[in-house]
Protein backbone atom coordinates (compact mmCIF):
# COMPACT_ATOMS: atom_id res chain seq x y z
CA UNK A 1 0.00 0.00 0.00
CA UNK A 2 1.21 2.95 -1.07
CA UNK A 3 1.99 6.00 1.65
CA UNK A 4 -0.83 8.70 1.23
CA UNK A 5 1.76 11.52 1.82
CA UNK A 6 3.87 9.40 -1.00
CA UNK A 7 1.31 9.59 -3.49
CA UNK A 8 0.43 13.26 -2.76
CA UNK A 9 4.38 14.35 -3.19
CA UNK A 10 4.08 12.53 -6.53
CA UNK A 11 0.87 14.46 -7.65
CA UNK A 12 2.10 18.11 -6.99
CA UNK A 13 6.20 17.49 -7.70
CA UNK A 14 4.45 16.25 -11.59
CA UNK A 15 3.65 19.68 -12.42
CA UNK A 16 5.75 22.04 -14.17
CA UNK A 17 8.25 23.72 -12.21
CA UNK A 18 6.96 22.87 -8.85
CA UNK A 19 9.24 22.20 -6.04
CA UNK A 20 8.51 21.03 -2.13
CA UNK A 21 9.99 23.23 0.77
CA UNK A 22 9.16 22.50 4.07
CA UNK A 23 7.66 25.88 5.67
CA UNK A 24 6.09 25.94 8.87
CA UNK A 25 6.52 22.60 9.81
CA UNK A 26 4.69 21.51 7.13
CA UNK A 27 5.95 20.76 3.62
CA UNK A 28 4.39 22.89 1.02
CA UNK A 29 4.14 22.38 -2.73
CA UNK A 30 5.21 25.72 -4.63
CA UNK A 31 5.39 26.87 -8.16
CA UNK A 32 7.73 30.13 -8.74
CA UNK A 33 7.96 29.90 -4.50
CA UNK A 34 3.89 30.92 -4.93
CA UNK A 35 2.27 27.93 -2.47
CA UNK A 36 -0.57 25.49 -4.18
CA UNK A 37 -0.38 22.88 -1.96
CA UNK A 38 0.42 22.54 1.87
CA UNK A 39 0.61 18.75 3.47
CA UNK A 40 0.14 18.72 7.41
CA UNK A 41 0.30 16.09 10.22
CA UNK A 42 -1.68 17.21 13.40
CA UNK A 43 -3.32 14.11 14.27
CA UNK A 44 -4.16 13.15 10.99
CA UNK A 45 -3.01 13.72 7.29
CA UNK A 46 -4.73 16.48 5.34
CA UNK A 47 -3.76 18.69 2.66
CA UNK A 48 -4.53 22.43 1.55
CA UNK A 49 -5.30 23.85 -2.12
CA UNK A 50 -5.79 27.25 -3.36
CA UNK A 51 -9.63 27.22 -4.90
CA UNK A 52 -11.90 29.51 -6.67
CA UNK A 53 -14.08 31.72 -5.26
CA UNK A 54 -17.28 29.61 -3.63
CA UNK A 55 -15.57 26.18 -4.25
CA UNK A 56 -14.20 25.61 -0.42
CA UNK A 57 -17.90 26.85 0.77
CA UNK A 58 -19.28 23.65 -1.81
CA UNK A 59 -17.12 21.34 -0.91
CA UNK A 60 -17.40 21.39 2.71
CA UNK A 61 -21.11 21.39 2.92
CA UNK A 62 -21.39 18.78 0.41
CA UNK A 63 -19.05 16.18 1.61
CA UNK A 64 -17.80 17.58 5.68
CA UNK A 65 -16.89 14.05 6.84
CA UNK A 66 -14.12 14.86 3.75
CA UNK A 67 -13.85 18.50 3.73
CA UNK A 68 -12.59 21.59 5.86
CA UNK A 69 -12.25 24.96 6.31
CA UNK A 70 -8.17 25.05 6.94
CA UNK A 71 -6.75 27.51 9.97
CA UNK A 72 -5.04 30.47 8.59
CA UNK A 73 -5.75 30.30 4.52
CA UNK A 74 -9.71 29.49 5.15
CA UNK A 75 -10.71 32.93 4.94
CA UNK A 76 -8.90 33.24 1.81
CA UNK A 77 -11.02 30.29 0.11
CA UNK A 78 -8.22 27.89 0.57
CA UNK A 79 -9.75 24.51 1.09
CA UNK A 80 -8.60 21.32 3.25
CA UNK A 81 -9.18 17.12 2.38
CA UNK A 82 -8.23 14.21 4.57
CA UNK A 83 -5.83 11.83 3.18
CA UNK A 84 -5.87 9.09 6.02
CA UNK A 85 -9.45 7.50 5.26
CA UNK A 86 -8.87 6.60 1.50
CA UNK A 87 -9.44 9.41 -0.47
CA UNK A 88 -10.46 9.87 -4.26
CA UNK A 89 -6.96 9.83 -5.64
CA UNK A 90 -8.49 11.62 -8.99
CA UNK A 91 -10.58 14.07 -7.16
CA UNK A 92 -7.14 14.83 -5.01
CA UNK A 93 -5.24 15.43 -8.19
CA UNK A 94 -7.93 17.33 -9.40
CA UNK A 95 -7.51 19.67 -6.79
CA UNK A 96 -4.14 20.07 -7.21
CA UNK A 97 -4.48 20.65 -10.76
CA UNK A 98 -6.74 23.48 -9.61
CA UNK A 99 -4.77 25.27 -7.17
CA UNK A 100 -1.51 25.08 -9.25
CA UNK A 101 -3.50 26.63 -12.48
CA UNK A 102 -4.60 29.39 -10.03
CA UNK A 103 -0.68 29.66 -8.39
CA UNK A 104 1.37 28.75 -11.59
CA UNK A 105 1.74 31.88 -13.88
CA UNK A 106 -0.31 31.73 -16.97
CA UNK A 107 2.83 30.29 -19.25
CA UNK A 108 3.32 27.23 -17.14
CA UNK A 109 -0.56 26.88 -16.24
CA UNK A 110 -1.05 27.09 -19.97
CA UNK A 111 0.71 23.95 -19.77
CA UNK A 112 -1.09 21.54 -17.96
CA UNK A 113 -4.83 22.98 -19.67
Request: charged share 25%.
Amino acid sequence: MTDPFDRLRAICLAFPEATEKLAWGHPTFRVKDKIFATASHEGRLAVTFKAPPGVQQMLVEAAPQRFFVPDYVGHKGWVSIWLDKDPDWDEVAGLAHRSYSLVAPKKLAKMVE
